[in-house]
């Protein structure tokens, strides 16, 4: 029976690990085995972190919205529910947006907003 051989194999799944280690730190870069549990570990905490800024930015958003809302003596609770009751689709995203950007925007939604709750 013919020896298999992974050379070819081997040398490429190398070259990939050590490709993903460029920038890391002494033998990290250098040497394979460091390489690939570092390698793994970044692509963990690469896939937690994915999603904890989704999470991170929609805290901001709100915090931004919420400030907005303050400064026109209104709550945002009250905001999105009033926005909701108006069948105003828009997300948080936007209205943190509109509330940094165009204040008379934000102004006409809040408007909206106590219009649809009164």
Same mark, same amino acid.
């Given at each position: 029976?013919?020896? %298999?051989? =992974? ?5 490429r799944?190398?070259k990939?690990?050590?490709?993903? %280690? ?8 250098? @040497?394979?085995?460091?390489? @690939?549990? =570092? ?10 972190d ?28 009250? @905001? ?7 069948n ?6 936007? @209205? ?7 204040? %008379?925007a934000?102004?006409r939604?809040?408007? =909206? %907003?106590?219009?649809a709750?009164?």
């Amino acid at each position: 029976m013919v020896r %298999a051989k =992974t050379n070819v194999a081997r040398h490429r799944r190398v070259k990939r690990v050590m490709k993903r %280690a460029e920038g890391f730190f002494q033998g990290r870069r250098k @040497l394979y085995r460091q390489a @690939l549990e =570092t390698v793994e570990r970044a692509e963990q905490y690469a896939w937690r972190d994915r999603r904890a800024k989704k999470r991170d930015f929609r805290r901001l958003w709100i915090v931004r919205i919420s400030a907005a809302c303050k400064e026109r003596a209104f709550a945002y609770s009250r @905001l999105i529910q009033g926005l909701k009751k108006a069948n105003v689709v828009i997300d948080r995203k936007m @209205l943190a947006d509109l509330a940094v950007a165009d204040a %008379a925007a934000f102004d006409r939604l809040v408007e =909206t %907003a106590k219009g649809a709750l009164a």
